[in-house]
C-alpha cells in the first residue's frame, strides 16, 4: 500500500463518514416511504375535493429538497450533512391556484337552436365588381 492509501485507511474523517452514509442511506428509504404516502393522500383529496392540502404540498416541496440534500451527500457532491445534523429545509411557499372551473349544463332539449343567415357574394375576375353583395 502507498502512503497515501494507508493514511485515508487510517483517517477518522473517513470512517465517520462511511457511518454517516450509512444512516442517511436509510433515512432516504424512509423518506420514499413518506413520499409514497404524501402522493397517495394528495392523490386521494384531489379525488375527492378537486384539490390537495396546500399545508402537504408545502411539506413536499421540503421534503424534495431534502432528497436532494441527502443525494449530494451520499453521493460525494457535498459535505454539508443534512437533517438530523444539519438544519431542516424551509418549506416552499405554495402557489394558491385561482383556477375556475366552470361546469356546462346540458343544453333544455325544448328550446330549438337559433338559426343564422348567411350573405354570399358573387366572385369574379375583376376586383372592381367584387366589392359588396350581389345585388340585381
Not at 465517520?16 to 404516502?37: C, D, F, K
Not at 441527502?70 to 411557499?93: H, K, M, N, T
Not at 391556484?97 to 361546469?103: H, K, P
Amino acid at each position: 500500500m502507498t502512503d497515501d492509501v494507508k493514511t485515508h485507511v487510517k483517517s477518522k474523517s473517513t470512517w465517520t463518514r462511511l457511518i454517516y452514509l450509512i444512516l442517511y442511506g436509510i433515512i432516504y428509504r424512509v423518506a420514499e416511504i413518506v413520499l409514497l404516502v404524501i402522493t397517495i393522500v394528495q392523490f386521494l383529496k384531489s379525488l375527492l375535493t378537486g384539490s390537495p392540502f396546500t399545508r402537504l404540498q408545502s411539506f413536499g416541496g421540503a421534503l424534495a429538497e431534502y432528497n436532494k440534500q441527502l443525494v449530494a451527500f451520499l453521493s460525494y457532491q457535498s459535505d454539508e450533512r443534512p437533517f438530523p445534523v444539519g438544519p431542516w429545509p424551509p418549506e416552499p411557499e405554495v402557489e394558491k391556484s385561482d383556477e375556475v372551473i366552470i361546469v356546462a349544463e346540458k343544453a333544455d332539449e325544448t328550446t330549438a337552436p337559433k338559426k343564422t343567415t348567411t350573405t354570399r357574394t358573387k366572385k369574379t375576375d375583376d376586383p372592381k365588381k367584387d366589392s359588396g353583395p350581389e345585388t340585381s
